[in-house]
């Protein structure tokens, strides 16, 4: 929770309007759509999908208009799909006269757990504010109901709170306005494998309903631009829907909002102003290097580097200054910490290593774009570190990386070191082929962040035939369990897990977990 909730009141900030503009000149006009529920819903028990709540179909959605509700009624409506946009329902009174007013709950849900769940028993951290609900009252009917908020939803549950004794409420022409930056067919992954296939379509749906006008992390909760999700994002985006555009945009508030010191904070605010958040991670703020030469190897666009090379630049030499010490040992600050996963059942130091060497590898392609006499300093250093590590941080006894003082091995920094290139490619399908030996399964990770970064070493390191099986073991169990888009968090031995205290606020779409279209679309095609 420390890792990621943090208060620093005494921060100043950037904000750069030039950059600003820019970020402004990229936005992307959204695609809008009306989509119709499909049918009419109950819960059920099915033992089969996450917490055992299921559904069942009690009549199509165009048999909606001729049913009557009453005091304590409940209506689930199922749109068939994950959406993201805004709601709306026609209402009239059935009956005698309207002689009170009509009071209403809704509730929108992602998947249908959420649909039995009882916000006054949420006790986590996170603010219960998030939840998806809504209380409504009509004086008059016939109405036409608008939520102007917007919902990340595939069912909506109307509860009729009352009516009076003497009439009754009746709903029709239900739809949604379903919103998303994702425009045009993406590029298709060709696979005869059923399971993989589906592990692509939802995939596909969880980075499409996350860009909105940014690459949000999730629709549901936080809404908001945070820079680890970005980078997977954007790599997921380059092979599929391909939204230059989105990414140049969110590159640019980043850029624009750093902190007084260089920083890049963790995330921003779009609404109502460009804010950038009082939290700083330190693998978060290396990643906008990351990105950065991500989007130009992907664009050739000079001009986004002549404007953000300073940013970035920014981002190593803090580091550099105030981390790395002579002989190439990085000693971390706990006041800006790395984040890796939710989880902290794990020493993190060696991972945050290799981050580091991940991304000053990058910076120095950049450097020798801008044709900077410094990249000899550097490379210097970039040797430092890696030696340091090498000679540090490798147990050849076990072969495999430790971390920390207590000379911990875990999952995290085996993955960091094979895809930061620390090792040869022999050695490197050595290390993973040992991690999976002696590691597998995996414990004490808690994301489709981390998962990602597993799979994709197991990839680089050869092990093609492991990352499929982790592909499907992981991604295919949240489909197994119901998904129709993936999700923020999930422990395969706990489903319900959640790093907030209640799983009440999970997010059932989220960035960070799109990245298997990335991943087969790289290593399989």
């Not at 091995?409 to 050695?427: D, F, G, H, K, Y």
């Amino acid at each position: 929770m420390a890792f990621t909730f943090q208060i620093n009141d005494d921060v100043e900030f950037n904000h750069d309007k030039q950059l600003l503009k820019k970020a402004d000149d990229n936005i992307p006009e959204l695609a809008k759509r009306v989509v119709t529920p499909v049918q009419v819903v109950e819960t059920v028990i099915d033992k089969n999908l996450l917490d055992n709540v299921g559904t069942k179909k009690v009549a199509d959605a165009t048999q909606l208009s001729q049913m009557k509700f009453g005091r304590d009624d409940r209506l689930i409506l199922d749109f068939g799909n994950h959406y993201v946009g805004h709601f709306t329902i026609r209402i009239k009174s059935v009956g005698s006269p309207m002689d009170a007013p009509l009071t209403l709950k809704l509730k929108f849900a992602e998947l249908p757990t959420e649909l039995n769940q009882d916000s006054q028993d949420y006790q986590g951290w996170l603010s219960r504010s998030w939840m998806q609900e809504e209380t409504v009252h009509l004086d008059e009917l016939p109405a036409n109901l608008y939520l102007p908020r917007r919902y990340s939803f595939r069912y909506v549950e109307i509860k009729v709170v009352d009516t009076s004794p003497k009439w009754q409420v009746s709903f029709f022409e239900p739809a949604l306005i379903a919103e998303s930056a994702a425009q045009g067919a993406p590029t298709p992954f060709h696979t005869d494998d059923k399971l993989l296939q589906k592990i692509d379509q939802v995939g596909l749906k969880t980075l499409a309903d996350c860009m909105q006008d940014v690459f949000e992390d999730g629709p549901k909760r936080d809404r908001r631009l945070w820079i680890g999700d970005l980078r997977l994002q954007a790599l997921a985006d380059y092979q599929t829907y391909d939204n230059q555009t989105l990414i140049k945009r969110c590159l640019y508030l980043f850029g624009a909002l750093a902190a007084k010191d260089g920083r890049i904070p963790a995330n921003v605010f779009v609404k109502p102003t460009y804010t950038p958040d009082d939290t700083f991670l330190l693998d978060y703020s290396l990643f906008f290097v990351s990105i950065l030469d991500d989007y130009f190897q992907h664009t050739d666009d000079y001009t986004v580097l002549e404007d953000l090379y300073p940013v970035a630049k920014k981002q190593i030499d803090y580091v550099m200054k105030n981390m790395v010490q002579s002989n190439g040992k990085i000693v971390f600050d706990e006041d800006y910490p790395v984040f890796v996963d939710w989880s902290n059942e794990f020493n993190k130091d060696t991972a945050g290593v290799a981050i580091m060497i991940y991304a000053l590898k990058q910076f120095i392609h950049l450097s020798r774009l801008q044709k900077l006499d410094t990249i000899d300093y550097y490379q210097k250093e970039l040797a430092q570190i890696t030696n340091y590590a090498k000679q540090n941080l490798y147990n050849e006894e076990r072969g495999l990386f430790i971390s920390g003082p207590d000379h911990e091995i875990n999952i995290a920094s085996q993955v960091w070191m094979v895809l930061a290139q620390v090792m040869t490619p022999e050695e490197n399908h050595q290390l993973m082929s040992n991690a999976v030996k002696k590691l597998f399964p995996i414990k004490g990770i808690a994301t489709p962040y981390m998962y990602h970064h597993v799979t994709q070493a197991l990839f680089e390191a050869g092990l093609t035939d492991a990352g499929i099986q982790l592909l499907k073991d992981y991604w295919g169990k949240m489909i197994e369990l119901g998904a129709d888009t993936f999700w923020e968090a999930f422990d395969p031995n706990d489903p319900s897990y959640s790093p907030y205290g209640s799983a009440m606020v999970n997010s059932y779409c989220h960035a960070w977990s799109c990245t298997p279209v990335y991943l087969m679309r790289k290593y399989l095609s």
